[in-house]
């Protein structure tokens, strides 16, 4: 089992719609969980970072972590063509120095004007 | 907000020759830097961690003699594929903490390497 595991899709929705995003994580110690977006040939790019359980919201983003079932969320509201591109989850242990960050396949969405 | 640029964003070469990627962080200071390979339709692979002033630490599987790395600035990190072959054609991403204590990482556009 891979440590995390994320739907590749890929996904494709109409404009203006709710997309949900998942991973689901195996390794206990993750207490860090971020969501990147990253557009065709660029670098990721951080869209939300949370710790530990919880809900956190940004604009249009809302990202869930339920360490119980490990599993994370990104919802997207309101979806935009800006939108399209690949989502991926990453996790980490514990903070301080440690950098080192496991990262799902990446989930490839496109939204349709 | 952080800024990691990376040079060439894309690069064609021979089999055999070797491809030198840079890493800057352009408006602070990285003492780490990460490098990263990604597969088409795969996730990101930590090659290694570069570290300012001292030996790079390379993960599992991962041929330190292949992918020279260097940091000799606070500010520059550079990846070198020696003998480069086709099959390490893919893309290389770097990153750096933001610096914002928030356990962030900031990462570059990436550079799309093709070896033929």
């Known amino acids: 089992q891979k440590e995390v595991e994320q739907d590749p899709g890929p996904l494709s929705v109409p404009e203006g719609a709710i997309v949900s995003l998942n991973c689901t994580y195996s390794?206990?110690?993750?207490?860090?969980f971020m969501w990147y977006r990253q557009y065709s040939r660029k670098g990721p790019e951080l869209l939300m970072y949370?710790?530990?359980?919880g809900n956190k919201e940004d604009g249009r983003f809302t990202a869930q972590v339920d360490k119980s079932s490990k599993y994370i969320s990104l919802f997207i509201r309101d979806s935009q063509p800006s939108d399209s591109a690949t989502y991926l989850c990453?996790?980490?242990?514990?903070?301080?120095?440690?950098?080192?960050?496991?990262f799902g396949k990446g989930t490839l969405l496109t939204v349709n004007p | 907000g952080a800024v990691v640029s990376q040079h060439p964003s894309w690069v064609i070469c021979k089999s055999g020759t070797s491809v030198k990627i840079e890493c800057r962080s352009l408006?602070?200071?990285?003492?780490?830097m990460f490098w990263y390979r990604q597969f088409p339709k795969q996730s990101l692979m930590l090659m290694a961690t570069?570290?300012?002033?001292?030996?790079?630490?390379?993960e599992q599987g991962v041929e330190k003699d292949k992918f020279l790395i260097n940091h000799a600035s606070l500010t520059l990190s550079t990846l070198t594929v020696t003998s480069a072959h086709p099959e390490d054609s893919s893309f290389y991403i770097c990153?750096?903490?933001?610096?914002?204590?928030?356990?962030?990482?900031?990462f570059g556009a990436g550079s799309r390497l093709t070896v033929l």
């Open positions: 990153s750096a903490p933001d610096g914002s204590g928030a356990n962030v990482l900031t």
């Open positions: 390794n206990s110690a993750f207490q860090y």
């Open positions: 949370t710790y530990s359980s």
């Open positions: 990453a996790m980490k242990n514990s903070g301080g120095s440690n950098y080192k960050l496991t």
């Open positions: 408006d602070f200071q990285a003492t780490t």
């Open positions: 570069s570290n300012e002033g001292s030996k790079a630490t390379y």
